[in-house]
């Protein structure tokens, strides 16, 4: 079973940004999706930002809509989220999924994700 591994989490000041990366642990690996999805303390996981693998067309969450970036890098078969202006909203554990079978209606529905990184944890304080 292929693994997704995120880096990239740490603390920052309101208005900091971070970048988090996700992996396969098989190169070979292929999706037509992969998202991020975040979780703060006592709140369900939701969905945050999404792209399509082949196209590039990128999904996100209103609210980091503006703030966020999604990107991939097709030769490392790694995906990016660009993290700017972040708030103290934002602290939350950030996994990475990947979609093989979502189509676009799904592509922000965590149900449809079939595999998971562990998650990164990113905190946003003064």
């Known amino acids: 079973q292929v693994q997704l591994g995120e880096s990239g989490g740490g603390s920052v000041q309101p208005g900091g940004s971070l970048r988090l990366s996700c992996a396969p642990s098989?190169?070979?690996?292929?999706?037509?999706?992969m998202g991020w999805f975040r979780q703060a303390p006592g709140k369900e996981r939701e969905f945050v930002a999404a792209?399509?693998?082949?196209?590039?067309?990128?999904y996100y969450l209103d609210s980091v809509k503006g703030r966020f970036t999604v990107s991939k890098d097709g030769a490392k078969k790694t995906m990016y989220l660009q993290m700017n202006s972040l708030n103290i909203e934002d602290t939350a554990v950030y996994y990475c999924?990947?979609?093989?079978?979502?189509?676009?209606?799904?592509?922000?529905?965590?149900?449809?994700?079939?595999?998971w990184g562990q998650g990164t944890q990113v905190t946003v304080s003064s």
């Open positions: 999924a990947a979609c093989p079978r979502c189509i676009l209606s799904s592509v922000r529905q965590r149900a449809q994700y079939s595999y």
């Open positions: 098989d190169t070979s690996f292929s999706t037509r999706f």
């Open positions: 792209i399509n693998w082949s196209s590039g067309h990128t």
